[in-house]
């Protein structure tokens, strides 16, 4: 089961594609489901409307690529919470989507997830957010599109609509991309979509927290500044588990899915669900 059989168009081009709803498959070997509004299924999330709601927007890394739907530390961070906030119930939902940009993620939000009346949102960023999306839209066999930017074989479940590429060779720049999605690249796609994230976290009463991959880029502590938003770096957590468990290399250890596979193993997601939960505590972000 690869990424293609688990995607459809989306209906909304700035999302471009999404997950397919009601889906139970073994999806890159871990356990994934998603529900009847296509995002993937966090066991043991409240559906009160009344339950404090935290809201995930990212990419593969959030989605738990290669881990079971329980094991991803949106699931981990769900189950403390229900166990640490019984006058409340917990609703976590997971809005992540493999090969999703920042732009992609703010657009998901804005189209699915503020009817959800979120208390927090947490959008987790890794290098590629500002590169162009694993997907695009295919407009025809010769545009500057297809031509340039889109070195595999159209997939096939799309019946020649979409192209993919692999991970990490997409373009990065807006220099380097159709005028169709130059908005959608770069830091300053990413400036102007944290700009206008944390305006809807004044306007909907909710607050923005972003999860760095490992160590901030000066850009995105350039953005906090300008935004108002919190940071969690997660380098110092994975490097202080490493030295005390003598892992000198991360790629390959227990910290990933495999040795050729650099996402996070459930063990991983777990450091990261404990270090989320400390912040958010110490912010007195939890009710």
Known sequence: MTLQNIIQLSPNPMIVYELIPNLSVMFMEGLTKTG???FRITPGSSDDTNAFCIIGLGDSVMFGWGVNDDETYLSQICRRLSSDLPARQARVINMSVPGYNTVMELETLKEKGLKLHPDIVM??????????PNFVCRESPDSELTRSHLLSAISQCF???LKTEP?????????????KYENMVGEKAFMRS???LCALGIKNGFKVVLVDNWNAPSFILEAARESGFSIIELGPTMKKYCQEHGIRDFQGSVMTVSKD???????AHKLVADR??????EKKLLP
């Open 194 to 196: 944290m700009k206008e």
């Open 261 to 267: 596979d650099p996402h996070y193993s459930a063990l």
């Open 167 to 179: 991970f990490g060779r997409l373009a990065r720049s807006p220099h380097d991309v159709p005028k």
């Open 276 to 281: 989320i939960l400390d912040f958010l505590l």
């Open 123 to 132: 959008i987790h960023f890794v290098e590629n957010d500002l590169w162009l």
């Open 36 to 38: 009847p509004d296509g």
């Open 159 to 161: 019946g020649g609509n």
